[in-house]
Every structure is written in C-alpha cells, then in structure tokens.
C-alpha cells in the first residue's frame, strides 16, 4: 500500500515535469499499471461528481434524478481503453518503443489533472455565481490543455518520437478511434440484423411446421 501511495504521488511530479516524470514511470519504475488503474478510477469518480454535484448555474441541463453510474464507468473507462489501443495499434506499426502496459500506464498519468483540479472545481462551483463564469472556464480550459499537453509529452517520451512524429501519431490515434467505433458500430449493427433474421425465421418455420 505505501508503494502504491508513492507512485501515486509521483503523479504531481510528471503533472509539472513531464519529460523526466514519463521517462522515470517507463524506465525508473515509479509507476505501475496498478497505480494507473487507481487514477483511472479517480477520473470516473470525477466524471460522477462534476455530474452530480457541480453547481446548478454551470450545470444547467442536469435534472438531479438522471445520473447513471455504470454509464459513467463504461464511458470514461471505455474512451481512455479505446486510446490506449489506437495508440498501441499505430505506434506498433510506426515503429514506437512502448508496449501496451506502458502506454496504459503513461496516459492515465497524463490525465492526472482533471483529478487534482477537476474535483475540486466540482464542489467550489455551488459557491460561484456567474459574475466567475470566465474563472470557471479558464479552469477548465487550463484542465484540457494540460491534458492535452501530458498527453502529447507521454507519446513522445514513451515511443521515442520526435515532435513532427509525435504531432502526425497523435493525429492518427484520434483518425483510428474513430475508425475504431466506426467498425465496432458497424460490426454490432451486423451482428443485431442477423440475430433478428435468425429470430424472424425461427417463428416461421415454428408457425409453418408446428
């Protein structure tokens, strides 16, 4: 438990030194795919909380009845997954120097800040009212950007890419979720008609034959 508080963290030092901190998670060890996990679970925990709990003038369209935990789950935990296998899947073919664990590991770093500032953003809304609007805003842009910036770092640093490289990949990760969703849209599109047809004929030949 005290390791994983420790790797835990590591994380506000790879928030503010990205380089040397994505360097230490891959090559150091100061990370783990346990330690990622927990953060994972952190963002879910911050997608529920800003949900429920931010303030009703920044959080208008939220009815206080409609909150779905475990569609929260599967979207955040499945959005980060579909990452973390377009990264894999193109950095495999472009010759990147990460594997899967570390990619998995590097980005939920990464995306550290939406946790430490997220959060408590989140409950320090219901005292703003919207004379901070533009505050509320900055916060979150500066959350999204940082994101973004960590995001980009890691790639860099866990493939070894340069900055054209690293700027082409991160484009084509994006291009290949969506292909990515496209497919599997498509694929359970296929799978439901053909379900129905199996279904459809069955009724058939029972009313023919029964």
Partial sequence: MATLWKQLRYSTHVMFHPFDGFWDLKHEHRGSTKSATVIVLLLVLNGILSTQFTGFLYN???DGVSLNILSEFFSTVGTFLLYCIANWALTTLMDGEGRFSDIYMVSAYALMPMVLLGIPLTFISNAMSLDYAAFYSIVNAIIYVWCGFLLLSSLLVVHQYTLGKTLLTAI?????????????LL????????????????????????
């Avoid at 084509?172 to 599997?184: D, H, K, Q, R, S």
């Avoid at 599109?189 to 069955?202: A, H, K, R, T």
């Fill in 187 to 210: 694929f359970f599109n296929l799978i439901s008609q053909l379900v129905g047809f199996i279904v459809e004929l069955y009724w058939e030949i029972s009313l023919r034959f029964f």
């Fill in 60 to 62: 208008p369209d939220y």
């Fill in 172 to 184: 084509l990760i994006v291009v290949g979720m969506a292909i990515i969703v496209f497919l599997g």
